[in-house]
């Protein structure tokens, strides 16, 4: 007997009335029309049945502290990073830990069960490192929680930045990050780039630097790292987040620099909810949108993801742990509504992000672990326009969460007593 047999799955790929058998926590057999006995049997009725959504890009450490110990009025990036630093002193282990289990409930009840996690070095006690290693372990069995050494502050421009970046990793910090447009030169930015990728080179570690996060279109450590990408061969294993200056520079240059970025196939996240707020905050009309070059990346060959950044911090008043919703701003700001765009954002929140985290078992297929999200919609570009809801969630064929399908009642004369949303 299996486990656990979903029939009647609509899969991303468009394929209908597929059944997905699970036995010991992976998935034995994907095919239509299956029917065998089973201890959970789930009619999906035609739904779409997702890998469970990833997170390429966010920090748990800072997440539903908003208002701590101010608002950041302004809106902008750097009072963001300022309120951050007034709030390091007064963090505690249990404080963080407890704000970031919180955030985690709310990811699994959105079916996203798999988070790339920058945590702040720039302090030597490492507190958030501490932390946040602790969530890890706690949420392991229903959530997999990677972490990124993230200097805030600069890992050359903060006195001990790069010694308190090798000690997190030393804790068993996961990822080596950066930030080289806060050093203070554009040469310190670049030198900053050129010492981290050979620190993750001499230990074995991905990297993912948070670059060029300006409306300057001069900075352009990108190339830098995509340079130090090829030199060290670490291509596929280097990550570039935001990089909202390509929106802001001219297509000359872009036209030399995205294919220098796909030779060291590098991976690319882009933030569009936080990107939209926080970019062209001193435009005035036109107004610059910020999100990076994403429609052209993708084309490009590159493997773009979605992140949703923050949530209820000092740089973000808004948020949900809903990937669906940074799908929704990225197909809007990237004018990405062609069908095949907007079910590349769909893959932009799930198996884009599972490859640039190096996700192993992932996807709906025989082999796999058997993590899957069943959602009230009949296909990706559905489940983006309604944010559908999660009617179960399901890691290693275990039920994680459940979401009713969301009814309206109406009482209007001559027409039908409910409303489904979906399409027929």
């Known amino acids: ?15 209908q009335n597929m059944s997905i058998a699970v036995q010991d926590g992976r998935i034995v057999e994907v095919t239509e029309g299956l029917q065998a ?13 997702s890998p469970p959504f990833v997170d390429a890009h966010f920090h748990m450490d800072s997440t539903l502290s908003y208002g701590q110990p101010r608002v950041n009025e302004s809106g902008t990036l750097l009072e963001g990073i300022a309120l951050w630093g007034e709030l390091k002193p007064t963090l505690t282990h249990d404080a963080i830990v407890q704000r970031a289990l919180q955030y985690c409930d709310m990811a699994v009840a959105r079916g996203l069960l798999a988070i790339r996690s920058h945590v702040d070095t720039s302090h030597p006690s490492l507190l958030p490192v501490e932390a946040l290693l602790d969530v890890k372990q706690r949420v392991a069995p229903y959530l997999d929680l990677q972490l990124v050494a993230f200097p805030q502050d600069g890992v050359l421009r903060a006195p001990g930045g790069l010694a308190n970046l090798k000690r997190a990793l030393d804790l068993g910090v996961d990822v080596v990050g950066g930030i080289p447009h806060f050093e203070r030169t554009m040469a310190q930015g670049a030198e900053s780039v050129k010492i981290l990728c050979e620190l993750a080179a001499e230990r074995g570690k991905r990297v993912d630097m948070h670059c060029d996060e300006s409306d300057d279109p001069h900075s352009r450590h990108v190339e830098t790292l995509a340079f130090e990408t090829q030199r060290l061969g670490l291509h596929g294993r280097v990550t570039g987040s935001h990089l909202t200056s390509m ?3 001219d297509n000359y240059y872009v036209s030399k620099l995205i294919p220098l970025m796909a030779e060291a196939d590098l991976g690319v996240v882009a933030n569009p909810l936080i990107n939209i707020t926080l970019q062209g905050r001193h435009d005035t009309y036109p107004k610059r949108r910020g999100m990076t070059r994403v429609p052209e990346l993708m084309a490009a060959g590159l493997t773009v993801a979605f992140g949703h950044d923050c949530v209820l911090d000092p740089w973000y008043s808004g948020g949900s742990a809903d990937m669906l919703e940074a799908a929704h701003m990225g197909l809007h700001v990237g004018q990405m509504t062609s069908q095949a765009a907007m079910r590349q954002c769909f893959d932009a929140v799930t198996v884009n992000p599972a490859k640039l985290l190096g996700l192993e078992g992932y996807g709906i297929e025989p082999g796999a672990y ?15 326009r309604l944010r559908a809801a999660r009617l179960g969630v399901w890691r290693r064929g275990k039920r994680l969460a459940s979401s009713p399908a969301p009814v309206a009642q109406l009482h209007l004369p001559g027409r039908p007593d409910k409303v489904h949303f979906t399409s027929n």
Request: glycine content about 6%; charged content about 15%.
């Open 1 to 15: 007997m299996l486990d656990l047999l979903i029939t009647h799955a609509t899969l991303p790929d468009g394929r």
């Open 37 to 49: 006995p089973a201890h959970e049997a789930v009619d999906a009725g035609g739904l779409l049945v």
């Open 370 to 384: 058997a993590d899957f999200v069943l959602l009230h919609a009949r296909n990706p570009v559905e489940a983006i």
């Open 247 to 249: 929106h802001s520079m």
